[in-house]
Every structure is written in structure tokens, then in C-alpha cells.
């Protein structure tokens, strides 16, 4: 073929290329799942030693909701939501265009306390316009009000310490909710993996009867495959850390009727969400 006929050959293929549509809009093709985002993009801010909370998020994403996540350098809870490192996960985050923003990371708010644990939200916030940001623990509250729980047992991850399970105890409490009991699994050990089993255990037999709901602590703690299991032992709601989180992000796109088999939370009426603020 000579350079003129090569021309005017790949000049009628240009203009036959199809434009303005990525796929035929009828092949008669299936399409495999994909993990595309054409619901909702969620993104995710997590201390960069933790798998968890991704992890945990996929396995109750449903279909047309995906997962991004901006790991946040971090040597303790001070440094992880000190600037310019979050801030800095904030703006890649955006760069994605999710649709919410996931802070999952509970020592965090734990150690800041609520009304500080606040104002770093407020900061994040204005660096991701239009998208909003939520926090694990603040999430968790308005869950426990969702549920009607006043009474709450608090279960935290086994490298807790003991200073950190009492953090735990005067976070909630701040948010008027009456702590009847609140333990570390154990033994204590460094961070790991927890399998659901001695995560159903432990909660099984240390949660009083007095307590109207479970909030199982931790980003890092991997709970969410125990909650259906604990719920129909203990004949009450069962919240976990990256379960509420979850749910917080779905119900600002209002897909939370989406999700089965998690738990309770997932079931309670989105238009009741907003009418808690002044509870309890």
C-alpha cells in the first residue's frame, strides 16, 4: 500500500469511528460484573496499616457501588489526623469524585473526643466541597438513635488499651448514651486479624442483659461477618464500626435498603434519619 492510499485508508476509518458512546447500546451481550461505580463511588480514609475496612466495605457493597480508599500515613492517633496527611488523602479522594467520604478510623475519635472529633470533620470538609464527609464514631451515634438504644454495650478490638477502652466509654456517654458495659476481647495483642468467631464469642458472653444494642468498635476489627450470628443469639441490634460506616455513606445516596444480611440497621427507614438530632 503507498502513503496515498494508506492516507486515504485510515482517513475513512477515522470518520467512521463511532463518537459520544463508549459500548453498542444493544449486542445481546451479558457483561460480567466489572465493580463499576454507576450507582455511587464511595471513598474511604484509613490508617495505612489497616486492610480492613476496604475489605469489610466491598463484602457488603452492593451492585453499582464502588470502593476507593486514601491510606493516611500514621505513627499513633494524633499523627493520623494531624495536617498535612489527611488533608492531603482528602484531596485524592476527591480527585475521584466519590459520592462520600469514610474517616474509618475509631481511635481517632477516641482520642480526640466529640467535640474535636467535630471540628477535624468541619476541616476535612472544606476540602472535598459538595461531597460530604463522615466520621466512624459519629455515624455510630446517630445509628444507636436510629435504633432506639439508649443502654449500650461497647466492645473494643484486643490491642486496645485499657486508657483508650475507657476513651471509648466517655465518647459516647458525651453523646448522652448510658455505657452499661464496655470490654477489650481477649487476650490483648497487637494488631491482627480477629476471626468472627471469637469476635461472636466474646460478645456472646460479655454483652449484659441490660444493654438494648452492641456497638463492636475498631475499623480494624473484623466484625461485620458475625453480626447476623450475634443478632439472632442476642434478640437485639448489633452495630459494628465499619457496618455503620458503611450504612452512613449509603444513606446519603439512599441506597441502604440495598444491603441484606448485615444487620438491622440496614432496615431502618432512611426518611426516620434527620428527625434524631435532639434524641437522646
Request: a positive charge.
Given at each position: 500500500m503507498d502513503r496515498r492510499c494508506f492516507i486515504a485508508f485510515t482517513g475513512i476509518a477515522a470518520t467512521a469511528a463511532p463518537t459520544g458512546r463508549a459500548y453498542p447500546s444493544d449486542t445481546g451481550v451479558?457483561?460480567?460484573?466489572?465493580?463499576?461505580?454507576?450507582?455511587?463511588?464511595?471513598?474511604?480514609?484509613t490508617p495505612d496499616f489497616d486492610p480492613v475496612p476496604e475489605s469489610e466495605f466491598w463484602a457488603m457493597a452492593?451492585?453499582?457501588?464502588?470502593?476507593?480508599?486514601?491510606?493516611?500515613?500514621r505513627k499513633g492517633a494524633e499523627a493520623?489526623?494531624?495536617a498535612p496527611n489527611i488533608d492531603e488523602a482528602v484531596e485524592q479522594l476527591v480527585a475521584v469524585a466519590p459520592r462520600v467520604i469514610v474517616s474509618a478510623y475509631t481511635s481517632s475519635s477516641y482520642v480526640l473526643g466529640a467535640d474535636a472529633d467535630d471540628q477535624l470533620r468541619l476541616r476535612l470538609q472544606n476540602r472535598a466541597p459538595?461531597?460530604?464527609?463522615?466520621?466512624?464514631?459519629q455515624i455510630a451515634s446517630e445509628a444507636l438513635r436510629i435504633m432506639n438504644i439508649r443502654r449500650v454495650a461497647l466492645v473494643h478490638p484486643p490491642w486496645f488499651t485499657e486508657e483508650m477502652n475507657v476513651k471509648g466509654q466517655d465518647y459516647f456517654r458525651s453523646h448522652?448514651?448510658?455505657?452499661?458495659?464496655?470490654?477489650?476481647?481477649?487476650?490483648?495483642?497487637?494488631?491482627t486479624e480477629v476471626s468472627p468467631q471469637e469476635v461472636y464469642e466474646w460478645a456472646s458472653m460479655n454483652v449484659p442483659r441490660t444493654a438494648q444494642g452492641v456497638f463492636i468498635a475498631g475499623n480494624g476489627l473484623r466484625a461485620v461477618g458475625?453480626?447476623?450470628?450475634?443478632?439472632?443469639?442476642?434478640?437485639?441490634p448489633v452495630l459494628t464500626a465499619n457496618q455503620v460506616a458503611f450504612w452512613g455513606a449509603l444513606r446519603n445516596v439512599r441506597l441502604t435498603s440495598k444491603v441484606a444480611r448485615?444487620?438491622?440497621?440496614?432496615?431502618?427507614?432512611?426518611?426516620?434519619?434527620?428527625?434524631?438530632?435532639s434524641a437522646p
Open positions: 451479558r457483561w460480567r460484573p466489572d465493580g463499576v461505580g454507576s450507582l455511587a463511588r464511595i471513598g474511604i480514609l452492593p451492585h453499582g457501588v464502588s470502593i476507593h480508599v486514601a491510606r493516611v500515613p493520623y489526623y494531624a459538595g461531597i460530604p464527609v463522615i466520621f466512624t464514631c448522652g448514651f448510658e455505657v452499661v458495659h464496655s470490654s477489650r476481647i481477649s487476650p490483648s495483642r497487637s494488631f458475625a453480626i447476623d450470628a450475634l443478632e439472632k443469639i442476642l434478640h437485639r448485615y444487620g438491622k440497621i440496614f432496615a431502618a427507614r432512611v426518611a426516620e434519619i434527620g428527625d434524631s438530632a
